[in-house]
């Protein structure tokens, strides 16, 4: 158990509509990341959030966006759903988001979202 | 310039054998070489890390050899197993920056028969 929660664990959706995944990272870390996972794109870095603000930000669509609360969890939202945003969204924490010699990062479970 | 290639892109090998799973990279200010390990079902986990002062890690059965001058990173896991079945993913970042991410490479899925 890596400490980084994820929910939902499963989510079943239609195409065009809207969802948020939601995000706790480990107790102490301030740094978020959001990764996709599909078959055929591996692990794809989305955005990073540190202390509440964006950090990084990778190949996330405009119909993504992401938010990291005042208490560090962190949100994801994917809208105008398509056939092809059905992957397995990670969220990842670290407590060092300057890629110090903390940087690991500890993935959670993940979601797996479909979209039908 | 930003991508991390990795092969091959599945593996089998007798258990006891050596697994090897290759890694390369072009942008130089990368400065920070994890291997991740996932197992279906489950987020990756940091295996072993390296980072390019020194050519080889060693961490049990694990092995990171770094290469600077060719610019190439390979995992060795020696006495493979079958727990050892999973997918691996090499990555690199330029450490040391505000905005740092890390580039995974498309992973290798390796089964280790018994």
């Known amino acids: 158990d890596s400490g980084v929660t994820q929910t939902p664990k499963h989510l079943i959706t239609a195409t065009g509509q809207r969802v948020t995944l939601r995000c706790s990272p480990r107790?102490?870390?301030?740094?978020v990341y959001w990764y996709q996972q599909s078959l055929d794109q591996g692990l794809q870095f989305l955005i990073q959030?540190?202390?509440?603000?964006?950090?990084a930000k990778g190949n996330i669509l405009e119909r993504f966006s992401a938010q990291q609360f005042p208490d560090l969890h962190s949100e994801l939202n994917l809208s105008s759903l398509e056939l092809g945003d059905s992957a397995l969204y990670f969220c990842?924490?670290?407590?060092?988001?300057?890629?110090?010699?903390?940087?690991?990062?500890?993935f959670g479970p993940g979601t797996r979202l479909t979209v039908l | 310039q930003q991508q991390v290639k990795q092969s091959p892109q599945s593996l089998i090998v007798q258990k006891g054998g050596i697994s090897i799973i290759n890694c390369a990279y072009e942008?130089?200010?990368?400065?920070?070489f994890p291997w991740y390990q996932q197992f279906p079902g489950k987020g990756p986990a940091l295996l072993i890390a390296i980072r390019p002062d020194v050519s080889e890690k060693k961490e049990g059965r694990f092995t990171i050899s770094f290469n600077k001058s060719a610019k190439q990173f390979s995992l060795h896991i020696m006495d493979s197993q079958p727990g050892d079945s999973a997918t691996y993913f090499c990555a690199a970042s330029a450490g040391y920056s505000s905005a740092s991410k890390i580039i995974f490479g498309s992973g290798t899925r390796l089964s280790i028969r018994p």
């Open positions: 942008n130089t200010a990368f400065d920070y």
């Open positions: 990842a924490s670290s407590v060092d988001p300057a890629g110090g010699p903390s940087d690991t990062q500890y």
């Open positions: 959030y540190y202390n509440g603000e964006e950090r």
């Open positions: 107790s102490g870390d301030l740094s």
